[in-house]
């Protein structure tokens, strides 16, 4: 993502002919659409993606759980400590 943004502010820089950038070649101001691209198809292929996405469903989750349990007065400090390996 930060590729992209980068990508975005040096072609405004480049477009509005802003500082140094205006005198770099066009190849050089989308180099870092290059590498966002690049770094996105790493990440499906390596499954970095999925493997965040499922991280991240898991957090939820326990988070739930244990709103849920603390809700019902069914989680204590020991078992917090024991859940997380403690």
């Known amino acids: 993502m930060?590729?992209?943004?980068l990508g975005l502010i040096t072609v405004a820089l480049k477009y509005f002919e802003v500082g140094f950038v205006a005198q770099w070649s066009w190849w050089v101001v989308l180099i870092p659409f290059a590498l966002a691209i690049a770094w996105w198809a790493w990440a499906d292929a390596s499954g970095y993606t999925k493997r965040k996405v499922v991280e991240r469903e898991n957090e939820r989750r326990q988070a739930r759980i244990d709103r849920q349990r603390s809700q019902l007065g069914l989680l204590t400090s020991r078992s917090?400590?024991?859940?997380r390996g403690r």
């Open 80 to 83: 917090n400590r024991r859940r």
């Open 2 to 5: 930060w590729f992209l943004f």
